[in-house]
Nanobody, 117 residues
Framework: QVQLVESGGGLVQPGGSLRLSCAAS????????MGWYRQAPGKQRELVAV?????ITTYAGSVKGRFTISRDNAKVYLQMNSLKPEDTAVYYC?????????????WGQGTQVTVSS
């Protein structure tokens, strides 16, 4: 099992910045992906950014150039700059690990990000 604890959400004005943090604990030795998804009201959960083994990163087109994902062992961060009202959503930390049964996905409890003047 892997537990994920997020922090760093909040209210920010358009153009502002926030930094999300997520710490993983438990069976972290076989984690191969860490990242962030988000879900806005009435919309499906969508990928924001992930980092895979070898520090390979993937970003959603809507955040590329504004958000930066980084990982430090069992922690993952999302630096969000130039925030827009459409970035408002609940942001979920995500991780995937591999064991003998296959791949296992884990989610954090979510942290609210609201971009509004």
């Amino acid at each position: 099992q892997v537990q994920l604890v997020e922090s760093g959400g909040g209210l920010v004005q358009p153009g502002g910045s926030l930094r999300l943090s997520c710490a993983a604990s438990g069976s972290i030795f076989s984690i191969n992906v860490m990242g962030w998804y988000r879900q806005a009201p009435g919309k499906q959960r969508e990928l924001v950014a992930v980092v895979r083994s070898g520090d390979i990163t993937t970003y959603a087109g809507s955040v590329k150039g504004r958000f930066t994902i980084s990982r430090d062992n069992a922690k993952v961060y999302l630096q969000m700059n130039s925030l827009k009202p459409e970035d408002t959503a609940v942001y979920y930390c995500y991780t995937q690990r591999v064991d003998v049964t296959g791949t296992l996905d884990y989610w954090g409890q979510g942290t609210q990000v609201t971009v509004s003047s």
